[in-house]
């Protein structure tokens, strides 16, 4: 017989790094487990190009995690101190995809995703759509 999975997907990133240690740690608390996918990007010819701006938010997000009382795995650990470790402003600021991203125009899109705890909702996806993860919906 097939048993059944509580599954949750959650967004988090560097601009909710400390409302994780509160909400995401209580939200996540009941799962056994967590996966934290630092989702890179694409190359035009399809193949994954990883970016330091969503090794950094992974890591964000696992740091606060750890700091709320979440066990890591030993990947996750050093997802967290790469985060813990890097002048965020400045990594992000510099990066290919930030460079890229400055010379077609998108300069501000830079200084958004740099923006450390800017936000304070984790968003859960419910029925198709992501929502804030503190709303009962």
Known sequence: A???????LLQGDA??????GRTGATLLGE?????????????PDGSLRPALE????AGAVLSELRRG??????????????????DVEVALGSCGSARELRAIGFGADVEVAGAL???DH????????????????
């Open 2 to 8: 097939d048993e059944a999975v509580d599954e949750q």
């Open 54 to 57: 969503d090794a950094l938010g």
């Open 69 to 86: 009382g979440c066990g890591l795995s030993a990947e996750a650990t050093a997802m967290a101190q790469l985060f813990e470790a890097t």
């Open 117 to 119: 705890d800017a936000d």
């Open 31 to 43: 799962l056994e487990g967590v996966l934290v996918v630092a989702a890179g990007e694409r190359w």
């Open 122 to 137: 984790p968003a859960v996806l419910r029925e198709g759509a992501f929502e804030n993860a503190g709303s009962t919906s």
């Open 15 to 20: 601009g909710i790094r400390f409302e994780w």
